[in-house]
């Protein structure tokens, strides 16, 4: 039967689109735009609380780099990354640091005092940008001893951490005090050389304010106009070092993705990655092998991708999703192809994502794809996905046994899944699981 509709329009578009990316996604190595739209895009991911978009690393990342560029411009674009990824260890906390201006106010939540170590743990894994990991450790550091977490002093703080705190708290007091000017912000910085900022900070931020900045901050503070300035800054960046961008592989920043997707509800954490090897399982037993076997490991660390957008009153509800609550969750499928496509290199994993919510008899969506018409990839990240869901805890069910988990899936094929691949995990788990 031929797709027609919203669908077929949008299958067309994707499969024009990914035969422009398949090229990046074989080699799995980066170059700096590729880069560049990964970072900006899961520092979107980050910033995404309670149904608004608070584009707080952009312009922290805009801020620390401005002001870099006025005393090292040679670090200037890692201090631009360090912006962007300073909050990934927030994953898992409801509450963002921005939402918290004042320090004391940051000390009532455990989660929020530790998350710059959360988040250097994670950076320090991506091959080729550990480099930033102390600076984002200290972020949150005053030089006389009373910032979080190990309350360090003075030199002890990195000049670069220093740089970070003064465009995280240009981007809070911005947001929490209306009509705020340039001359209050600058004012605000200066009452606070001594405690939270060193006296040579304050040097560069006067310095800077001597300048003709008028237009700078129109375009930081001017929210519909970051996206352009965000641009502006990664077409400009010179290119990362060969050594470095071979390192940075496509597959480590994915994997980086997974982690914050799955923080955000409390029974998913490590959840894409076992979507991740279980889709690989049911890949190769299907003979899957090469570009393909990888696009769909991919694909899987980022099937959850749209429900960033995804209220946590959903996400976490006990009990089953009212009319409306699942309408809202429904549209997690179409906010993750729209995120994959804000990187060029990815394009062709949307569809393997996108539509791992589709049935097998057509009932599922976005787009009530049928049978066949279903790529291969999301068809199996889609059994990959249930098995997972089946065996691990949730908010409103137990972990269940691999018995059980067979017996859901007989019932599931030809209706939800394809017979054949149901066929392969049946026979997988009992081999692997049910025979030990």
Same mark, same amino acid.
């Given at each position: 039967?031929?797709?027609?509709?919203?669908?077929?329009?949008?299958?067309?578009?994707?499969?024009?689109?990914?035969?422009?990316?398949?090229?990046?996604?074989?080699?799995?190595?980066?170059?700096?735009?590729?880069?560049?739209?990964?970072?900006?895009?899961?520092?979107?991911?980050?910033?995404?609380?309670?149904?608004?978009?608070?584009?707080?690393?952009?312009?922290?990342?805009?801020?620390?780099?401005?002001?870099?560029?006025?005393?090292?411009?040679?670090?200037?674009?890692?201090?631009?990354?360090?912006?962007?990824?300073?909050?990934?260890?927030?994953?898992?906390?409801?509450?963002?640091?921005?939402?918290?201006?004042?320090?004391?106010?940051?000390?009532?939540?455990?989660?929020?005092?530790?998350?710059?170590?959360?988040?250097?743990?994670?950076?320090?894994?991506?091959?080729?940008?550990?480099?930033?990991?102390?600076?984002?450790?200290?972020?949150?550091?005053?030089?006389?001893?009373?910032?979080?977490?190990?309350?360090?002093?003075?030199?002890?703080?990195?000049?670069?951490?220093?740089?970070?705190?003064?465009?995280?708290?240009?981007?809070?007091?911005?947001?929490?005090?209306?009509?705020?000017?340039?001359?209050?912000?600058?004012?605000?910085?200066?009452?606070?050389?001594?405690?939270?900022?060193?006296?040579?900070?304050?040097?560069?931020?006067?310095?800077?304010?001597?300048?003709?900045?008028?237009?700078?901050?129109?375009?930081?503070?001017?929210?519909?106009?970051?996206?352009?300035?965000?641009?502006?800054?990664?077409?400009?960046?010179?290119?990362?070092?060969?050594?470095?961008?071979?390192?940075?592989?496509?597959?480590?920043?994915?994997?980086?993705?997974?982690?914050? /997707?799955?923080? =955000?509800?409390? +029974?998913?954490?490590?959840? *894409?990655? $076992? %979507?991740?090897?279980?889709?690989?399982?049911? #890949?190769?037993?299907?003979?899957?092998?090469?570009?393909?076997?990888?696009?769909?490991?991919?694909?899987?660390?980022?099937?959850?991708?749209?429900?960033?957008?995804?209220?946590?009153?959903?996400?976490?509800?006990?009990?089953?999703?009212?009319?409306?609550?699942?309408?809202?969750?429904?549209?997690?499928?179409?906010?993750?192809?729209?995120?994959?496509?804000?990187?060029?290199?990815?394009?062709?994993?949307?569809?393997?994502?996108?539509?791992?919510?589709?049935?097998?008899?057509?009932?599922?969506?976005?787009?009530?794809?049928?049978?066949?018409?279903?790529?291969?990839?999301?068809?199996?990240?889609?059994?990959?996905?249930?098995?997972?869901? /089946?065996?691990? =805890?949730?908010? +409103?069910?137990?972990?269940? *046994?691999? $018995? %059980?988990?067979?017996?859901?899936?007989?019932? #599931?094929?030809?209706?939800?899944?394809?017979?054949?691949?149901?066929?392969?995990?049946?026979?997988?788990?009992?081999?692997?699981?049910?025979?030990?």
């Amino acid at each position: 039967m031929e797709h027609t509709g919203i669908g077929a329009l949008r299958t067309k578009r994707l499969k024009k689109k990914c035969k422009d990316s398949t090229t990046y996604l074989m080699t799995g190595k980066m170059n700096n735009s590729t880069l560049n739209q990964l970072l900006a895009t899961l520092s979107l991911i980050i910033d995404y609380q309670g149904g608004e978009q608070l584009y707080h690393a952009w312009r922290v990342a805009i801020v620390a780099k401005y002001v870099c560029d006025e005393i090292s411009p040679a670090e200037s674009q890692w201090l631009f990354y360090a912006g962007l990824l300073h909050d990934v260890g927030i994953t898992g906390i409801e509450s963002h640091p921005a939402r918290y201006p004042e320090l004391e106010e940051s000390h009532l939540s455990y989660w929020l005092r530790y998350h710059p170590v959360i988040g250097a743990n994670i950076v320090e894994k991506i091959p080729g940008l550990s480099r930033v990991a102390p600076w984002i450790r200290d972020h949150h550091e005053w030089i006389n001893g009373k910032g979080f977490p190990a309350h360090k002093r003075e030199q002890s703080i990195h000049v670069n951490s220093q740089i970070l705190r003064v465009a995280d708290d240009y981007d809070l007091r911005f947001r929490t005090r209306a009509g705020l000017t340039r001359s209050d912000m600058y004012e605000y910085f200066r009452s606070h050389v001594g405690t939270e900022f060193s006296p040579h900070m304050w040097d560069v931020l006067r310095r800077l304010n001597s300048k003709d900045m008028g237009l700078f901050f129109f375009e930081v503070n001017d929210e519909s106009r970051l996206p352009y300035k965000l641009k502006e800054i990664m077409h400009d960046l010179p290119a990362i070092d060969g050594t470095v961008s071979e390192d940075v592989s496509i597959d480590v920043i994915l994997r980086v993705f997974g982690i914050v /997707i799955d923080a =955000r509800h409390h +029974y998913t954490a490590g959840h *894409s990655e $076992r %979507v991740r090897e279980y889709s690989m399982i049911l #890949s190769k037993r299907l003979g899957i092998k090469g570009h393909e076997l990888k696009s769909i490991a991919r694909a899987a660390y980022l099937h959850d991708l749209g429900k960033i957008a995804t209220p946590l009153s959903i996400l976490n509800k006990a009990g089953p999703l009212n009319k409306s609550e699942w309408k809202t969750m429904r549209r997690h499928t179409i906010y993750t192809m729209e995120l994959i496509d804000a990187v060029e290199a990815l394009w062709e994993l949307g569809p393997l994502a996108g539509y791992s919510q589709e049935r097998y008899d057509g009932t599922g969506y976005p787009d009530g794809l049928k049978g066949s018409a279903i790529p291969m990839g999301a068809r199996i990240i889609a059994v990959a996905d249930a098995i997972d869901a /089946i065996k691990t =805890r949730r908010s +409103y069910k137990r972990a269940l *046994s691999w $018995r %059980v988990v067979v017996r859901e899936l007989k019932k #599931s094929s030809g209706s939800m899944y394809d017979p054949e691949i149901i066929d392969h995990a049946i026979d997988y788990i009992t081999e692997e699981k049910l025979a030990l």
